[in-house]
């Protein structure tokens, strides 16, 4: 471990196969914490589905990480690397719950940014009542918003089959940041 690493500094590991499990669960938690408070009462199931996870993790390009604060975990990261157009997508970011508010996430996204500096297009979504994500994209990370996916207009990019239903409650801002 490094002087940096040692003083509380983030940094990025790869995410082994053999910690999947527990990184699913983190990032779980982390959503079900902001979700029951965004929306006022306790969620009947985990979110994002197992399914949706799971299928990141397999996408062509994925690569998972833990976001490291020293030695420990503070967080992770989910992003689907293209190298050929440069148009790269962040699927899953979180902090910890009890890691938040610490200035970890700015310093995540910064880390995620100088490990792929080949980068053109960073692309990512949240759903529409997250207003502490949209304030961390858009006025702390520089990211822009550029679609708003809901019934009307889907997101072309989720597979989910929960895709919209007629009860649905997934709404979500799609943002961009375009790396100069």
């Known amino acids: 471990m490094s002087a ?3 003083q ?13 499990q527990e990184f699913k669960s983190a990032l779980q938690d982390a959503f079900r914490v902001a979700a029951e408070g965004d929306l006022g ?10 399914e949706d996870i799971e299928q990141s993790f397999n ?15 503070a967080g992770g990261a989910v992003v689907v690397i293209d190298q050929v157009s440069g148009r790269n997508t962040l699927s899953f970011f979180f902090i910890a719950t009890r890691q938040q ?3 970890l996430g700015l310093e995540a996204w910064k880390a995620i940014e100088r490990e792929f500096p080949l980068t053109k297009v960073w692309e990512t979504v949240t759903p529409y009542f997250e ?3 949209i304030h961390f994209y858009v006025n702390r990370c520089g ?3 550029v679609d708003f996916y809901n019934k009307y ?6 597979h989910s089959g929960r895709n919209h239903q007629e009860d649905d409650d997934d709404e979500m801002f799609g943002f961009e940041k375009i790396m100069v």
């Open 4 to 6: 940096l690493e040692e």
């Open 8 to 20: 509380g500094h983030v940094w990025l590991l790869k995410a082994e196969a053999s910690t999947l």
């Open 41 to 50: 009462h306790p969620l009947d199931e985990p979110i994002p589905s197992d």
């Open 59 to 73: 996408t062509a390009g994925a690569v998972t990480y833990w976001v490291m604060a020293g030695a420990e975990r």
């Open 101 to 103: 508010s610490r200035g």
């Open 131 to 133: 207003k502490r994500n």
């Open 143 to 145: 990211f822009k918003i």
């Open 153 to 158: 207009h889907p997101d072309p990019h989720q």
